[in-house]
């Protein structure tokens, strides 16, 4: 799953989806990655008013992952981010390799 615009509403969207798949299919069943890259990076920093829910998420296994080169053009540093998040170099490239690889590409 994609997340490129901060919108607080839009990412409960995206956590809820990410928990409604791993209800409906099994958590153990699948691999659910969502990639914040733009604004959509807000919600995944210290000051995130959805920590929490990022947190729940991560706690179930989603794999959440920052986009570096947003957080260079933000000057962000991996302090300033949410605890176990992982990282890649350019959160595009990231969604990109992930479909080659046969992932389902959900941009809700």
């Known amino acids: 799953m994609q997340v490129s615009d ?10 809820n989806n990410a928990r ?9 069943n699948v691999d659910i990655e969502i990639v ?3 604004p959509g990076l807000d919600m995944i ?11 729940e998420s991560i706690a ?5 992952v920052a986009c570096e080169n947003t957080m260079k053009v933000h ?3 991996r302090d300033d981010m949410l605890p176990s998040l992982d990282y890649v170099e350019a959160g595009i490239v990231e969604v990109m390799v992930r479909q ?3 992932f389902i590409y959900v941009h809700p």
Do not use: E, Y
């Open 100 to 102: 080659q690889q046969g």
């Open 75 to 77: 000057k962000l540093t």
């Open 20 to 28: 409604n798949v791993q209800t409906h299919l099994g958590a153990s």
């Open 45 to 55: 920093t210290q000051k995130s008013t959805l920590k929490d829910r990022v947190r």
């Open 36 to 38: 914040a890259f733009g």
């Open 6 to 15: 901060g919108d607080p509403t839009h990412w409960r969207m995206v956590l």
């Open 60 to 64: 179930a296994g989603v794999r959440i």
